[in-house]
């Protein structure tokens, strides 16, 4: 079992700056990576990043790209997502997750662990 604690959401003005952490516990050490989603009120849940562990990469949806980055440290068992130049349709639940499968990182069903979701409201 992997335990993922989100933190860092709040409400900021548009063109602001937000730091989101996701704490992980457990067997991490069973986990190809960490992403990021978000989920709108009355919208499916959207990949936003994707980070593989060991150098294999980020992966951003382009609508974050330039914008967001992703960073971690599979050691301290953290990552972080940097949200620069926040705009209103940023608004969103944000999930951490573990991806458990070699599926597309894009799909929810890749990951196999989820986070409680921490809230970022951005105002325009």
């Known amino acids: 079992q992997v335990q993922l604690v989100e933190s860092g959401g709040r409400l900021v003005q548009a063109g602001g700056s937000l730091r989101l952490s996701c704490a992980a516990s457990g067997r991490t050490f069973s986990t190809y990576g960490m992403a990021w989603f978000r989920q709108a009120p009355g919208k499916e849940r959207e990949f936003v990043v994707a980070?593989?562990?060991?150098?294999?990469?980020?992966y951003y949806a382009d609508a974050v790209k330039g914008r967001f980055t992703i960073s971690g440290d599979n050691a301290k068992n953290t990552v972080f997502l940097q949200m620069n130049s926040l705009k209103p349709e940023d608004t969103a639940v944000y999930y951490c997750?573990?991806?458990?499968?070699?599926?597309?990182?894009?799909?929810?069903?890749?990951?196999?662990?989820w986070g409680q979701g921490t809230q970022v409201t951005v105002s325009s």
């Open positions: 980070l593989i562990w060991n150098g294999g990469g980020t």
């Open positions: 997750a573990a991806r458990t499968s070699a599926g597309l990182l894009y799909r929810p069903t890749t990951y196999g662990y």
